[in-house]
């Protein structure tokens, strides 16, 4: 028996092709704004987030999503951390030390305000993006799916879908945090007998191996149900009325009937993952170096034309600024393609293991024709 996770490689690579091109800058931008709020391919990186954070709000995203665990512990180191760095409380900031200028500690309670006012600000842009994100992953598919992007018409339609996953995910992650404090619980009550002085360097040195494992097990099984989730789930919600425990009922049916298929899908899209993150990296340091030189070159020009001075300043620093939005844009342009080739291989591979799933029939047949 052929596994199809090999078979459809070759399919996706000419699936996403026929979409992209020829090259279309409207369809690009659309798809790139889009492809920022969404996730990979369900495989490499859905194993990675869940390594780094067992109650991760944000599996579908974009390899450029916060969660937030993350989030908040930024907030708290800095909160913790600048007293400190000021000399002292809060309360004693607000008064001139006798090695600052005068001014100098209203100057820096004012920075500090700036910092904290900054920190919510990227808190409130990743919790939107967060739930966004839920929206438009069925954006994307659908837009794969029917080869066409309309943003704004198929956020519309997904309105309850993006209700459905987002809730799914909140509810999931917050049973992922519970069993992984369970397990927890569980390691303390067997190796250390309960007793919080058994409970030290030593012991977690000889229990390395198992905290391993099972660091590492837990890791795939919740990223395996959240990348299952994206990458299957969300297709097979988008045929007809299906909401996502219907999909989820259908999905784990298939995976009961095939479960060699399911698993070397898992094992391959690591794989591609891994590759497309890497070609990623190259294309994005390859952009950068080429867009550095043309506005440093006018950033380094306006700075000693204008003498080095307050306006100087400011004006290469309104060319920098514009150098990281459109190394931004080149580096969601570039996801694209990768993120196109990752979606149609796994909704191909999910057509040929039952094709009453199929979600995108009519690719398929063009690109079998």
């Known amino acids: 028996m052929s596994l199809h996770a090999i078979d459809n490689i070759d399919d996706a690579i000419d699936a996403t092709q026929a979409f992209l091109f020829p090259f279309d800058l409207r369809t690009w931008l659309k798809l790139a704004f889009v492809a ?93 993006v967060g739930v966004l994100s839920n929206f438009m992953e069925f954006v994307f598919v659908q837009s794969l799916a029917e080869q066409e992007v309309h943003v704004r018409r198929y956020f519309g339609d997904n309105v309850g879908n993006g209700v459905q996953l987002l809730a799914f995910r909140f509810v999931f992650g917050l049973l992922a945090g519970a069993a992984s404090v369970g397990l927890f619980l569980l390691f303390f009550l067997v190796a250390a007998g309960g007793e919080m002085a058994d409970l030290g360097p030593q012991l977690l040195a000889a229990s390395s191996t198992l905290l391993i494992v099972g660091f590492l097990g837990f890791a795939l099984v919740t990223g395996t149900i959240n990348g299952f989730t994206t990458v299957f789930v969300v297709p097979l919600m988008l045929q007809g009325d ?91 342009l570039v996801k694209v393609p990768l993120v196109s080739f990752l979606r149609y291989y796994a909704m191909l591979v999910l057509g040929d293991i039952d094709a009453d799933m199929d979600p995108i029939p009519d690719v398929r047949a063009d690109v079998e024709g």
């Not at 969404?38 to 987030?49: C, D, K, Q, S």
């Not at 930024?74 to 607000?94: I, M, Y």
């Not at 994005?284 to 506005?295: K, R, S, V």
């Not at 204008?306 to 306006?311: C, D, F, P, T, V």
Request: aromatic share 10%; net charge negative.
């Open 242 to 332: 299906h909401g996502i425990i219907t999909g989820w009922q259908r999905l784990f049916s298939s995976l009961r009937e095939q479960p060699k298929q399911y698993l070397a899908y898992l094992f391959f899209s690591v794989v591609l993952g891994i590759g497309v993150n890497i070609v990623s990296g190259f294309a994005l340091l390859i952009g950068g170096g080429l867009l550095a030189i043309p506005f440093g070159l006018v950033a380094v020009a306006l700075w000693f034309a204008l003498g080095e001075g307050l306006a100087a300043g400011i004006l290469a620093g309104i060319v920098v600024v514009l150098f990281v939005l459109t190394l931004f844009v080149v580096a969601m």
């Open 36 to 128: 920022f709020f969404v996730a990979g391919g369900g495989g490499a990186l859905n194993l990675v987030r869940s390594m780094n954070s067992f109650n991760n709000f944000d599996q579908g995203a974009s390899p450029t999503g916060p969660s937030g665990t993350e989030s908040e512990f930024a907030l708290t180191g800095t909160l913790d951390v600048f007293p400190s760095l000021v000399g002292g409380t809060v309360s004693q900031v607000t008064q001139p030390g006798p090695d600052l200028p005068s001014g100098g500690a209203e100057a820096l309670a004012g920075l500090g305000v700036l910092v904290i006012v900054a920190i919510v600000a990227i808190v409130l842009f990743a919790l939107v």
